[in-house]
């Protein structure tokens, strides 16, 4: 919990007052995306079964007044993850359907004179689950036995990004990004996710 106030508190002073409003770009982005477990308390269920699905959302460049290049990049996106048990034991599936948003610091430069930009950024990230088996029922597999009852699961953890974008001529924009988990998705057990995403945005 102390990291989450940490991390907002760093989102509240990046999207204070040295942020100007004279220029803005919104993007529309969907893409794919892949989340692996890690930690002490992680069980080999979860090590071996990465969930895989799909993202889809807006994000919103903030432009500082003093420094080209770089901006406040907050953003606000739908994950939907799934995976099989394909040993045909309980549960036969884990998902994920959660609100993620991020808030990046964004550094971008030319790479060919008015047509290919690119960015890297990095930020924290705030994941809320919605619904699903992994949000909705509150339950979590932390064990190696899958017959052990399944651990309650925290509706709102962390995480770090870290990522690159090329955009082309001002309106198609490609990223890949990764978001290294910093708080525990269970209640007293180290356990955190960690998440690739690769896609597409238009600019407007």
Request: proline share 3%; with cysteine.
């Given at each position: 919990?102390?990291?989450?106030?940490?991390?907002?508190?760093?989102?509240?002073?990046?999207?204070?007052?040295?942020?100007?409003?004279?220029?803005?770009?919104?993007?529309?982005?969907?893409?794919?995306?892949?989340?692996?477990?890690?930690?002490?308390?992680?069980?080999?269920?979860?090590?071996?079964?990465?969930?895989?699905?799909?993202?889809?959302?807006?994000?919103?460049?903030f432009?500082?007044?003093?420094?080209?290049?770089?901006?406040?990049?907050?953003?606000?996106?739908?994950?939907?993850?799934?995976?099989?048990?394909?040993?045909?034991?309980?549960?036969?599936?884990?998902?994920?359907?959660?609100?993620?948003?991020?808030?990046?610091?964004?550094?971008?430069?030319?790479?060919?004179?008015?047509?290919?930009?690119?960015?890297?950024?990095?930020?924290?990230?705030?994941?809320?689950?919605?619904?699903?088996?992994?949000?909705?029922?509150?339950?979590?597999?932390?064990?190696?036995?899958?017959?052990?009852?399944?651990?309650?699961?925290?509706?709102?953890?962390?995480?770090?990004?870290?990522?690159?974008?090329?955009?082309?001529?001002g309106?198609?924009?490609?990223?890949?990004?990764?978001?290294?988990?910093?708080?525990?998705?269970?209640?007293?057990?180290?356990?955190?996710?960690?998440?690739f995403?690769?896609g597409?945005?238009?600019?407007?």
């Amino acid at each position: 919990m102390k990291k989450i106030k940490i991390i907002l508190a760093i989102a509240a002073f990046l999207l204070g007052g040295t942020v100007a409003s004279a220029q803005s770009d919104w993007t529309a982005g969907v893409g794919y995306a892949t989340t692996s477990f890690r930690g002490a308390d992680c069980s080999g269920f979860l090590t071996s079964h990465p969930l895989r699905g799909f993202y889809a959302g807006v994000s919103h460049d903030f432009y500082f007044s003093a420094l080209a290049g770089l901006t406040v990049e907050p953003g606000a996106y739908f994950y939907y993850q799934s995976g099989q048990n394909d040993s045909g034991l309980t549960p036969k599936f884990i998902k994920m359907h959660y609100l993620s948003i991020p808030v990046n610091v964004k550094y971008t430069f030319e790479l060919v004179q008015g047509t290919l930009n690119a960015s890297v950024f990095t930020g924290p990230v705030l994941n809320v689950g919605l619904i699903g088996n992994l949000y909705e029922n509150g339950q979590f597999v932390t064990s190696t036995d899958l017959q052990e009852p399944m651990r309650r699961l925290t509706r709102v953890n962390a995480q770090w990004d870290f990522g690159l974008a090329v955009t082309v001529a001002g309106a198609v924009q490609i990223r890949v990004g990764y978001a290294l988990g910093l708080s525990r998705l269970v209640p007293e057990q180290n356990v955190q996710s960690n998440t690739f995403s690769v896609g597409a945005g238009l600019l407007f």
